[in-house]
């Protein structure tokens, strides 16, 4: 028995959701350790859909614990609205299911609006990132800056305004410096003692709650948000999120070492989409991309945003196996191939007239890059909701095999269709 991190292989939206909760159903604990509600998966149970942003996806089975730890930035209002959502679907949230890590960072309505209001000053120069405009970005850059509002402080609030004095020092120069009104230290203050009485209930010192859960050998489940090439560091920069999305985020956002991570899967979508702006190798422009997009239903749970769809790039997922030492990979929607002729993977690049073998790190070497395809024969036979291997088209199972030499990892779990049971089992992680 062992724990399990799952990460996105790609730039997000790989369908971590539903592995996630088939996963969830043999842990004891699901842990967010990073990003915030500016990612969102959907989760389909009994035909019925929960949408979730911010709360980790043990929410909606009942005797699971769920823990946001201290790597996410927690927007109090979203997390009571999100938590009122799911309570008018019957799924009531409770200090017994979710537990929050009193050293999470909060995101504050000054978050928000800097975030809109350099973006819109971006779009005006054309070097906009593509934010969700949620604040995620503003509250990381305070957190490392170490004037945040965190969890605890709403527990002391004769200590709140001498730190929200701090914070507006900063945030003040900055809107005078971009022509805006400044934040009243009062309304701040409102805002906090608001959502207070709401959000302390939920408080935990994560890092113990986690440590006492491994003792007693409880299985617990770590859950990333949006994709290995978004990483701060380690995706195609400027155009990622302001987080660490890999697995060794999963120890240092809960507070967990990284001997005690275990299994790492690598969710990864048998065809390559991104959301927002940044190079995309095999990004296709035609009917193709179309029908990817469409059969796919390539929009974010999010922002409702199209995703631009391509070829699966072996490379990129490659670069990931890498830098996350993944274990094996979750392989998702194939179903959505079913019908096209041929397929391509991309194996390399053209860089200048060079071929090499991974992304370079410039921004300008990436919009540079040409992709190298192998061309492989499609199927015209139906995978949709195929639960074994003898159910897949022998083009199908030839195509996942490919993958799997290419990018260096095995096949552990492949999804046929967004239904949870739709899977086909490999490798089970929690006992590999």
């Known amino acids: 028995m062992t724990n399990v991190v799952v990460v996105g292989s790609q730039w997000g939206d790989e369908g971590k959701g ?15 350790f990073q990003g915030g509600h500016n990612a969102g998966h959907t989760l389909v149970i009994d035909g019925v859909s929960y949408k ?7 929410v909606v089975r009942p005797g699971k614990l769920a823990v946001i730890g201290n790597g996410v930035v927690i927007d109090p209002h979203a997390l009571i609205a999100e938590m009122e959502r799911l309570a008018k679907q019957g799924v009531t949230v409770t200090p017994e299911s979710l537990r929050i890590a009193d050293n999470a960072t909060l995101i504050l309505s000054l978050h928000r609006e800097l975030d809109g209001i350099r973006e819109d000053a971006a779009s005006n120069s054309g070097t906009k990132i593509g934010t969700t405009r949620r604040g995620i970005g503003p509250a990381y850059e305070d957190k490392v800056g170490r004037r945040a509002i965190r969890v605890m402080d709403l527990a002391d609030l004769d200590t709140l305004p001498a730190k929200v004095d701090r914070l507006l020092t900063h945030h003040n120069a900055l809107r005078r410096g971009l022509g805006e009104a400044e934040v009243a230290h009062a309304a701040i203050m409102e805002e906090l003692s608001s959502v207070a009485e709401r959000v302390l209930p939920f408080m ?7 440590d006492q859960k491994r003792r007693k050998g409880a299985r617990i489940l770590f859950e990333g948000a949006q994709g290995t090439l ?15 999305t890999v697995a060794g985020q999963a120890a240092a956002g809960s507070g967990m070492g990284p001997g005690a991570l275990g299994y790492i899967l690598g969710i990864t979508k048998a065809y390559t989409t991104r959301v927002g702006e940044g190079p995309f190798p095999t990004e296709l422009h035609d009917e193709i991309g179309q029908f990817l997009g ?40 194939l179903d959505v191939l079913d019908g096209l002729d041929e397929l391509k993977i991309c194996v390399g690049y053209k860089l200048d007239g060079e071929e090499i073998d991974h992304l370079p790190a410039a921004q300008a070497a990436q919009a540079r890059c040409e992709p190298i395809y192998i061309t ?16 897949l088209p022998a083009q199908a199972i030839k195509y996942v095999r490919q993958v799997e030499e290419l990018i260096g990892a095995p096949v552990a779990l492949l999804s046929t269709s967004p239904e949870r049971d739709d899977t086909i089992l490999v490798t089970d992680p929690f006992e590999d």
């Not at 539903?18 to 967010?32: F, T």
């Not at 935990?204 to 986690?210: D, G, H, K, Y």
Request: charged share 25%.
């Open 376 to 391: 492989l024969e499609g199927w015209k036979e139906s995978t949709v909701g195929a639960r074994s291997w003898a159910d």
């Open 18 to 32: 539903k592995i996630v909760d088939w996963l969830s159903e043999r842990a004891d604990v699901v842990v967010r």
């Open 52 to 58: 979730l942003s911010l709360l980790p996806s043990g």
């Open 294 to 333: 469409e059969k796919g239903h390539e929009f974010g749970t999010v922002t409702g945003r199209k995703r631009r769809c391509g070829w699966f790039d072996a490379a990129l997922v490659r670069q990931s196996v890498a830098v996350n030492g993944i274990t094996g990979i979750a392989l998702t929607k």
């Open 204 to 210: 935990e010192t994560v890092w113990a709650l986690l």
């Open 230 to 244: 978004l990483d701060i560091d380690h995706g195609t920069y400027p155009f990622v999120t302001s987080s660490n």
